[in-house]
C-alpha cells in the first residue's frame, strides 16, 4: 500500500501532456504520441482494463468503440467546430474510468459503450484541434490508433489479473491510482 501511495503522489503532479503543445510528423510520431501522455495513456489502458473485468461482449466492445469514436472526435477537432471544454472531458475520462474499475462497477453494456464513446470524442477532438498542417495525417493517425491499441491490449492483460482471487485487489488498485490521477487532472484543468 505504501508502494501505491508513493506511485499515485509522483504521478498527481504530472502534466495532462498529450494536449499541451502539437506534433508534428507522420507514422512514428502517431504512435509515440499517445505513449508520451500521461491523461492518454491512463485512459487507455482503463478502457483495456475494465473491458476484461466487464467480460464478453464488452471486453471486444470498449476497445473497438474507443478508437473508432476517438476518430470521429478527432475529425471534429481538424474541422475545427466548437466543442465542451476537451481537458475536463479528458481528465473526466480518467477519473471516471479509474473509478469503474476501483469500485468494480458491472455497466449494463449500453451504458458502458455510451461512456467510453463520450470520452473517446474528447480525446479524439483534442488529437485533432493539435494536429499541425506539417503532419501527415493520414500516417500519423495510422500510428496513433496502433499505439492507442497497444495500449487497450496492456489494460486488458491487467485486467484479466481481476479474474484470479489474488488479482482482484491489484486490478481494482490500479483503477484507483487511475482514478486518483484523474482527480489530479481535473485539479490542473479546473485550475
Not at 509522483?10 to 504512435?31: I, K, N
Not at 481538424?78 to 475520462?93: D, K, N, R, T
Not at 483534442?126 to 487497450?152: C, I, N, V
Request: charged share 5%.
Amino acid at each position: 500500500m505504501k508502494r501505491a501511495a508513493a506511485l499515485a503522489l509522483l504521478l498527481w503532479p504530472a502534466a495532462a501532456s498529450a494536449h499541451e503543445g502539437s506534433v508534428a510528423g507522420g507514422f512514428g510520431a502517431g504512435f509515440s504520441h499517445p505513449l508520451t501522455g500521461l491523461d492518454h495513456l491512463l485512459a487507455m489502458v482503463a478502457v483495456g482494463i475494465w473491458g476484461a473485468i466487464l467480460g464478453r461482449p464488452l471486453l471486444f466492445a470498449l476497445p473497438v468503440t474507443f478508437p473508432a469514436m476517438m476518430a470521429v472526435g478527432g475529425l471534429v477537432g481538424i474541422a475545427g467546430l466548437p466543442f465542451p471544454p476537451v481537458e475536463i472531458g479528458v481528465a473526466l475520462s480518467v477519473l471516471v474510468l479509474g473509478g469503474a474499475i476501483a469500485a468494480n462497477w458491472r455497466a449494463p453494456v449500453p451504458v458502458a459503450i455510451v461512456l467510453v464513446a463520450a470520452f473517446a470524442l474528447f480525446h479524439g477532438y483534442a488529437h485533432g484541434r493539435e494536429l499541425p498542417a506539417t503532419a501527415d495525417p493520414l500516417y500519423y493517425s495510422l500510428g496513433f490508433m496502433l499505439a492507442t491499441g497497444t495500449l487497450h491490449l496492456f489494460g486488458i492483460a491487467i485486467g484479466t489479473l481481476h479474474g484470479h482471487a489474488r488479482g482482484r485487489p491489484l486490478a481494482r488498485g490500479i483503477g484507483g491510482l487511475i482514478a486518483l490521477c484523474g482527480v489530479g487532472f481535473l485539479w490542473r484543468s479546473l485550475a
